[in-house]
Structures are given as structure tokens and as C-alpha cells.
């Protein structure tokens, strides 16, 4: 539904986009913002990109050439607040801090919800429910977070982070974000809005000329399951020991995984770099367990690559399809391998999901879903507010 025109509402003219400065030239959050931006002046509005002074600047006028952005003090948000229609930002940890600690009642943001504060208190809970629990459920995970962390050391943790949430207008990056924010933490969302991607990054290759190699995505030690990972590269070497391996990511965790299985480290990727390095493998092996929405898979299915990974939130994007293998059905892994080689329907299949995911992740597409449908009802929301 658009909101703006069921409800005879002018749209947003001018939206400001908020990111602090000290993130690296590989932050993810970065990228983000860069891409929402290009979606809404793909749909004739006007943005600015602000970069919160945090005392640290990484190569900022090179991470943001071209595109339209200040760097401005923390004591300004208050005055874009005033000039722009709406705030859009993330929930960054020291951002979030640094906007706590302001009066947040004169300030009403929409606050996207990618990052999850805290949920490194229960990844490993969740992870092991998972694997011992076939009938996980979020009142499972309730119940072990209530037994693991008493709620009262948990408020003391994030009930900062959980008190600024109360206060904004929240949209979280999966349905999953979404359960766990109003479940355990009780801040209510006002809708999801998937990880914009731009997917003219992420040409698509037919599985039929791809290289006879599997590409590996190592994260951080947090959230790399290393030990099963270990274990799905020795099956497929034992099922096919011609596949080349090569890992990019975490050198720390490539030289931990080299001592064990042979493999080739690529480093750090530009964006660029990535989408053809996507393209030309056979598969890519993501063994991240992230509650929130995980991108590897998401861009490695637009290139047309199959995907081995935990299935979480994406599973909302791509359904059951035979372009994903559950990582912890390691059973099926010889089964799918063979599938992958010999099915003659992969190229036609592989592009179905491209346009499938398109449809939820696609830079102008959704653009058009914060315009039309969040924005103006964010803007009803806040005059509600501020008439109160």
C-alpha cells in the first residue's frame, strides 16, 4: 500500500541520512546509507548524507566522493532535525549513544534496526537451541535468555539502547530483528525494510560458466561457526577434491582454517572486486549466524551463485529454494553438490531468484517503500507528537 496516496498526504521533500565518522572504508553501514541515498534520488527527492563528528574521521571525503554529505557536530542534529522532513539512521552503537544522551523527546528519528545491541549475549544460546531444539521457537529463546542472563544485568547492558528505541520510529531489517525487538525487548516496530543493495554491482553469471571453485566468507569470530565450517569444506573435498577454495574476510580466521583445509586468501574486498568474485565461483560458503539480515548470501544469489549458510532471516527474502542449502543439514551436502553440477535447469532457475530477491532488496524499490509508505507515516506520527 502507498500510505501517501490512501491518505491524501504530501510526500517527504528532503530527508537527512545520519552515519558517525569513525567507521571504516569497509563498514557495511557505510554502503548502506550510500545506497539508500542513490534509491531516493533515483526517486526525484532531495538527500544529505551528515557524518557525525566522533572524534575520528576515516578517509571520509574519499568513502563519500560524490555523493552529497557534511560532517557536522553532535550539537547540529537538533537543527537538521528542525530543517528536514525526516532523520533517517541506524542503530550504530556509538551513534545511538551519542543521541541518548541528548533530550531524544525534542528528537524523533527513524531509527533502522540492522545491528541488534546485545545480541551478542545470546548468539551463542541461539545458536545452541538451534542445533539441540527442532522445535526452536522466540518463546524458547525467551526462556533461555531469562535462565542465562538475568533481566536485570540485561537492562543494565542495553537498556540505554532500549530506552532510545521506545522513543523513535522503528523499522528493523528482517522479520526475524522485528520478533526479537518486540518479543524480548518489548520496542515496537513499525515495519521492515530489507538491506538496500545496488544490484548493477552484482552482474549475473549463469551457473553454466562459472569456475570449478568454492568461494568462503569469513567474518567475524563472534559469529563464524568455524567448527562446522570445518566440516562441510572436508566433505566436499573428500565428494570432489578438484574444487579450488578461496576465502575472503577475516585473515585471522583464513590462517586458523589454512592449517586444516588448503585454501586461497583473496583479502578485502572492494564492492566491485566482490560482485565478480561472486560471479565466477561455483558456490559461496557463508557460515554466519547473524539475527539480523546477512548480505553474502543475498549477493551472491544475484550473481547467480548457489549459497551454503545458516538460513535465519533470509529465508524471508528467498522462500525454499534450490539455490540454498541449510548449512547445519550437512547430510544433505554430497546430495546437493551433485545437483548443482548436473542440474540443466540452474541457469534458469538462479535468474528467477535474482528477480525474486530484487523485488525486496533493490535500491530504487526500496527507496520507494521509505517514501511512500514510512515516511509519511512517520511524519503523521511525529505532528501527533509534537501537538502533544
Not at 491518505?7 to 569513525?22: D, E, Q, R, T
Not at 533481566?151 to 530483528?177: E, H, N, P, T
Not at 566491485?272 to 549477493?299: C, N, S
Request: charged fraction near 25%; aromatic fraction near 10%; proline fraction near 4%.
Amino acid at each position: 500500500m502507498d500510505y501517501r496516496h490512501e491518505n491524501g498526504l504530501a510526500g517527504p521533500k528532503k530527508i537527512a541520512l545520519i552515519v558517525p565518522s569513525h567507521l571504516s572504508e569497509f563498514s557495511g553501514l557505510y554502503q548502506n546509507v550510500k545506497d539508500i541515498y542513490k534509491g531516493i534520488l533515483k526517486n526525484n527527492l532531495e538527500s544529505k548524507i551528515f557524518i557525525v563528528n566522533t572524534g575520528i574521521k576515516n578517509n571520509i571525503d574519499e568513502i563519500f566522493k560524490g555523493y552529497s554529505f557534511e560532517v557536522i557536530d553532535k550539537s547540529d542534529i537538533i537543527h537538521i532535525n528542525k530543517e528536514t522532513d525526516a532523520i533517517f539512521h541506524a542503530d550504530d552503537h556509538s551513534l545511538v549513544r551519542i543521541l541518548n544522551r541528548m533530550n531524544y523527546n525534542t528528537l524523533f528519528s527513524i531509527t533502522w534496526v540492522i545491528y541488534l545491541f546485545g545480541q551478542e549475549i545470546w548468539v551463542e544460546g541461539i545458536k545452541k537451541l538451534r542445533r539441540e531444539n527442532a522445535g526452536f521457537s522466540l518463546e524458547n529463546l525467551r526462556g533461555y535468555l531469562i535462565d542465562f542472563v538475568p533481566r536485570k544485568l540485561m537492562d543494565y547492558f542495553i537498556g540505554w539502547y532500549a530506552g532510545y528505541l521506545r522513543k523513535q520510529y522503528v523499522l528493523a531489517v528482517s522479520s526475524w530483528a522485528a520478533n526479537v525487538l518486540e518479543k524480548i525487548l518489548g520496542i515496537p516496530t513499525r515495519g521492515i525494510m530489507y538491506t538496500p543493495v545496488d544490484t548493477d554491482f552484482y552482474p549475473f553469471v549463469p551457473p553454466s560458466k562459472k569456475d570449478s571453485r568454492i568461494l568462503i566468507f569469513l567474518g567475524s569470530k563472534r559469529d563464524t561457526d568455524i567448527i562446522l565450517l570445518t566440516k562441510v569444506l572436508e566433505i566436499i573435498k573428500r565428494i570432489n577434491p578438484s574444487l579450488g577454495l578461496d576465502t575472503f574476510g577475516s585473515e585471522e580466521l583464513y590462517v586458523k582454517l589454512k592449517e586444516k583445509v588448503p585454501l586461497t586468501y583473496l583479502g578485502k574486498l572492494t564492492r566491485q572486486e566482490l560482485g565478480k568474485e561472486y560471479g565466477r565461483h561455483l558456490i559461496t560458503i557463508a557460515p554466519q549466524f547473524d539475527g539480523t539480515f546477512e548480505m553474502v548470501p543475498i549477493e551472491s544469489l544475484l550473481t547467480g551463485t548457489p549459497v551454503i549458510t545458516y538460513m535465519n532471516s533470509l529465508i524471508e527474502v528467498v522462500k525454499c529454494d534450490h539455490m540454498v542449502l541449510n548449512i547445519e543439514n550437512i547430510e544433505l551436502l554430497e546430495k546437493y553438490l551433485r545437483f548443482l553440477t548436473k542440474s540443466e535447469d540452474m541457469d534458469v532457475v538462479s535468474r528467477e531468484l535474482r528477480e525474486k530477491i530484487a523485488e525486496h532488496v533493490d535500491v530504487k524499490r526500496n527507496a520507494q517503500q521509505l517514501i511512500n509508505n514510512y515516511i509519511p507515516h512517520f511524519l503523521t506520527v511525529k505532528g501527533t507528537n509534537i501537538t502533544k
